[in-house]
Structure formats: C-alpha cells, structure tokens
T-cell receptor, first 115, second 105 residues
C-alpha cells in the first residue's frame, strides 16, 4: 500500500532531551515536507526537501533539523525540545515539487508533548 | 505569500443535508487539494483539483483557477463527515484555516 509512515504516533518527552521523529514513504516520491499544526495557527511548514541531499527552510524552521540521505526517509530532529514545540506534526510527500499529478500524501501525524 | 481563505469557519448540519464549502486564494496556483481532518487528527486527501470538477461518491469539488476559488460539495451528509475540512494551495501547500463541520444525527 502506498503510504507515508511516521513514528512515533504519540510522544511525551522532557525539555532538552533530543528526539527524532521518523518519516518514510514507499512511493519513490522526490519531494518531502514537515508541517506542524497548532490551535489557532493552522498548519505551517517547517522544512521541505526537493530531493536527496536538498533541503530548505519552510515558514517555522527554528528549533528543528532535517536530513535527506535517502529518497524514502526524511527524519525531523529536535536537538533540544522546548514546551513551545508541543504540537501535532505531519510528514508529507509528493511525486515532485509542485505536487505532481496527484498532490501530496500525508502521514498519520505525531502528537508531541514537551514538558 | 499566497493567502488562503475558507468559509464558513463553522457549519452545523442535520444528517442528510447538503453543504458547500468555499476556498478563495490570492494568486494563481498549480496545485490545490482538499483534505478532511478526522476526529483522530488524520489528514485524509479528498481531492487534488488544481482546475475543473471531480466527484467521489457524495463529495465533489470544483476549482475555477482563473477566478481563484474552489468549492467542495457534500451531499446527503452523514455523522462521519464531521471534522475539519482544509483547502491547501501552491507548490509548498499553504493551508487555509479550515471549516469545522458538525453533522448531527
């Protein structure tokens, strides 16, 4: 089944403890992206990647890192999480930048709480 | 950047009713999608519709790219249609604020 897989689905962590949220897609998509969703602020893009080894900042990149060493994987790294990074996170992929022929596919989301 | 406005922000329906959700965007785009966010938080892709009309069961969507708007039609609504409907546009997907739909039995 064609899908974007995020892990974990739920995570509670403490301030300052490094964590990684994984994202993997099995559709050979070139483009991958991370979003966060917050009440009253909607969905905002954190980082995106047009292809392997090509990443760029989205609208709210502060406090996050990403890497794209393989086409299928696009992990989101929080080096020193803070409570304001408590949010619902989504990974998405598309055949290519600009959506391609059928748009973006989203993962199921990761609900992160930083205490 | 692109501005995306959705209306109405909230909508309450009785089961069986029809509804129309609207999405206006501020610039020409090569991508427009409608999503449904269910009560568990999952974003379900409903339509990829940068232009034209598509139908999928009780749902249909129309995008008039030259006039920079899109409409999502829900017919014979069911309680399982409840949730938030998002329109998202552009190559990097800019989301509107969504329409919160509640369908009562």
């Amino acid at each position: 089944e064609a899908q974007v897989t995020q892990n974990p689905r739920y995570l509670i962590t403490v301030t300052g403890k490094k964590l990684t949220v994984t994202c993997s897609q099995n559709m050979n998509h070139e483009y991958m992206s991370w979003y966060r969703q917050d009440p009253g602020l909607g969905l905002r893009q954190i980082y995106y990647s047009m292809n392997v080894e090509v990443t760029d900042k989205g609208d709210v990149p502060e406090g996050y890192k990403v890497s794209r060493k393989e086409k299928r994987n696009f992990p989101l790294i929080l080096e020193s999480p803070s409570p304001n990074q408590t949010s619902l996170y989504f990974c998405a992929s598309s055949l290519r930048g600009g959506a391609g022929w059928n748009g973006y596919t989203f993962g199921s989301g990761t609900r992160l709480t930083v205490v | 950047g692109i501005q995306v406005e959705q209306s109405p922000p909230d909508l309450i329906l009785q089961e069986g009713a029809n509804s129309t959700l609207r999405c206006n965007f501020s610039d020409s785009v090569n991508n427009l999608q409608w999503f449904h966010q269910n009560p568990w938080g999952q974003l379900i892709n409903l339509f990829y519709i940068p232009s034209g009309t598509k139908q999928n069961g009780r749902l249909s969507a129309t995008t008039v790219a030259t006039e920079r708007y899109s409409l999502l039609y829900i017919s014979s609504s069911q309680t399982t249609d409840s949730g938030v409907y998002f329109c998202a546009v552009g190559s990097r997907l800019t989301f509107g604020e969504g329409t919160q739909l509640t369908v009562n039995p």
